[in-house]
């Protein structure tokens, strides 16, 4: 399953996932539409702590081992 996907389902849907994040569900859309799945490497740490998908799940260009950027949030 897509990381983002995963997301947006632990989130609830799209939508929530957006108000969770501050952002409008568009931006959600956009996401998973035109950035092919891939969220901006700004909004990782954020949507890990809304909804556990890890930050290697989402960015594993960014977050190469599975435990990256997870450590404070243990």
């Known amino acids: 399953m897509e990381a983002l996907t995963k997301a947006i ?10 108000l969770k994040l501050g952002v409008s569900p568009m931006t959600v859309s956009y996401w998973q539409s035109r ?6 490497a ?7 702590q809304v909804t556990g998908v890890t930050p290697h799940e ?5 977050y190469p081992s599975p435990s990256d ?3 404070d949030f243990k």
């Open 35 to 40: 950035s092919a799945g891939m969220v901006p």
């Open 69 to 71: 950027g997870m450590a």
């Open 9 to 18: 389902e632990a989130a609830g849907s799209a939508r929530a996932l957006a």
């Open 42 to 48: 700004e909004r990782v740490i954020s949507i890990f």
């Open 58 to 62: 989402l960015r594993p260009d960014i």
